[in-house]
């Protein structure tokens, strides 16, 4: 029976893992933490991470051949197959800060594999890391050997926040990168046997070390520059009278291009964009490549410039200032159904503004900004407010009695739409004046400027 011990309880750690455990109810699988407020929420009614859809897995299988623990050394002892899933953030000091892949976390949980393993194990990177991060993991693991063999492979999440069980259940693709030796082959097949049992096998690429490590960099760089062009298309729109939507379903109908990831946005966030092509960037810078370094750094410069004219047009709209003014924050999290809020446009978003008045969020508590009060009702939350911000696109945004909405506001009442959600022409003819990203601007905005 092959076992799994996972480390990290994490966005991608428990929902991952928590899948595996539901499709093969032959394996333990065990899901192991230093965190242990978070290993605790893991085993109670709260989940530490809310997605929909995952309370429903960890039901059917917590306590039957899922375990959430804080033992870790343990049950990596135990475990055939070991998944590291913790944190790569950026470094924040010393060479390569601002820009390269912290691997603190990776290399504690790799030297801890090596110490307390008196077994073979497999090693599986979860986490998003540099290519050639698993010859490090190698070197490491090697080295503490004891007649103890370590094989590597590279299986990078796909997953997205808000639809990761959809995700993990019918992924595009499953990536399984390994050594080209027997002894990678064979830990390849074993991993491989472990995905078959849910995922169609032609949909399990397997590759070589480098181009698993590499293709999870190059995904999600690919990914936001789909979000960087259509943001820059929003610009120019805004410039011509184009519609950004317009140009979005007539770009996207091509079949070559094709129609996701092309919603005009106040900029993506999250906690995987911008630290994965800032690794990026910087593999590039260390292997002598300056100019694709400079073009990836566009995308994320694209992205800053997004969240810069989303603010000033906001300012430059109500006469030139928000302080003492209330504008009331429509979402916080980086996107709809997450409450994660990490790397979320609607922090920078915040904190560019000219305020020094209390501003109202709804409905995800803010990390970092200190001038504001929460609130979960939006009808409260604009009540009395000059304006309206709108920074995640969930639902019971787009249903809100608008008219109501208007009434209780101060006038002129703004609506600076950073997701495209709300019906413009609706909305301006209750008597709104309404900025919604890439599309036609009126009268209003286009007497105040915003120079970015
Ligand atoms: P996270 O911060 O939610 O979880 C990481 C967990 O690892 C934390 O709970 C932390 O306490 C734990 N940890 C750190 N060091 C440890 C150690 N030595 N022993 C035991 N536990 C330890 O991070 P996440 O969002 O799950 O991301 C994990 C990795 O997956 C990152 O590399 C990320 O880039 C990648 N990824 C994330 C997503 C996503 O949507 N969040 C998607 C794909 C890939
Ligand atoms: C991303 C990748 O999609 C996923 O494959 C990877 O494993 C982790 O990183 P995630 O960050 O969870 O997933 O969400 P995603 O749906 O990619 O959205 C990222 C940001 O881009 C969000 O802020 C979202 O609102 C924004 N976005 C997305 C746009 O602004 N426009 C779009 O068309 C799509």
């Not at 694709?292 to 810069?308: C, E, G, H, P, S």
């Amino acid at each position: 029976m092959v076992k799994i011990c996972c480390i990290g309880a994490g966005y991608v750690g428990g929902p991952t893992m928590a899948v595996i455990a539901l499709k093969c109810p032959e394996i333990q699988v065990a899901v192991v933490d230093i965190a242990s407020a978070r290993i605790n929420a893991w085993n109670s009614d709260h989940l530490p991470i809310y997605e929909p859809g995952l309370d429903d897995v960890v039901k059917q299988c917590r306590g039957k051949n899922l375990h959430f623990s804080t033992d870790v050394e343990k049950h990596v002892a135990e475990a055939d197959i070991v998944f590291v899933s913790v944190n790569t953030p950026t470094k924040t000091q010393g060479l390569g800060a601002g820009k390269a892949a912290d691997l603190t976390y990776w290399e504690s949980a790799a030297r801890m594999i090596g110490d307390v393993s008196k077994s073979d194990k497999i090693v599986v990177e979860k986490s998003t890391v540099p290519v050639k991060t698993a010859e490090a993991i190698e070197k490491i693991l090697t080295h503490n050997r004891k007649g103890i063999n370590f094989t590597i492979l590279s299986n990078p999440e796909f997953l997205a926040e808000g639809t990761a069980i959809k995700d993990l259940y019918n992924p595009d693709r499953v990536l399984i990168g390994g050594r080209e030796t027997p002894e990678g082959a064979k830990a390849i097949q074993t991993l491989r046997d472990v995905y078959a049992h849910w995922v169609p096998i032609d949909k399990i690429l397997c590759t070589n070390l480098w181009s698993a490590e590499l293709s999870k960099l190059a995904a999600n760089a690919f990914l936001a520059q789909r979000i960087s062009s259509v943001n820059a298309m929003s610009a120019l729109c805004e410039a011509t009278g184009a519609d950004v939507s317009q140009v979005s379903h007539a770009i996207g109908t091509d079949s070559r291009i094709g129609p996701k990831f092309l919603n005009a946005s106040v900029g993506f966030g999250g906690s995987c964009f911008q630290k994965d092509i800032l690794n990026l960037v910087y593999i590039c810078e260390c292997n002598g490549l300056p100019e694709v370094a400079t073009y990836w750094k566009q995308v994320i410069k694209v992205n800053d410039y997004q969240k810069t004219r989303f603010v000033n047009r906001v300012v430059s709209s109500m006469f030139n200032t928000v302080s003492g003014k209330k504008i009331a924050i429509l979402g916080f999290a980086f996107k709809k159904d997450t409450g994660d809020t990490r790397e979320t446009p609607a922090i920078d978003v915040c904190k560019k503004f000219d305020w020094d008045h209390p501003a109202h969020l709804q409905p995800s508590s803010p990390t970092s900004i200190k001038t504001v009060s929460v609130v979960w009702d939006a009808y409260e939350a604009t009540k009395d407010a000059h304006g309206i911000c709108i920074m995640t696109e969930w639902d019971e945004f787009k249903k809100l009695d608008y008219q109501k909405v208007y009434d209780n506001m101060q006038k002129p009442a703004f609506v600076f739409d950073g997701r495209n959600i709300v019906e413009v022409e609706k909305l301006r003819k209750i008597g709104f004046i309404v900025y919604s990203i890439g599309k036609p601007l009126d009268s209003w905005l286009k007497d105040m400027p915003a120079v970015a």
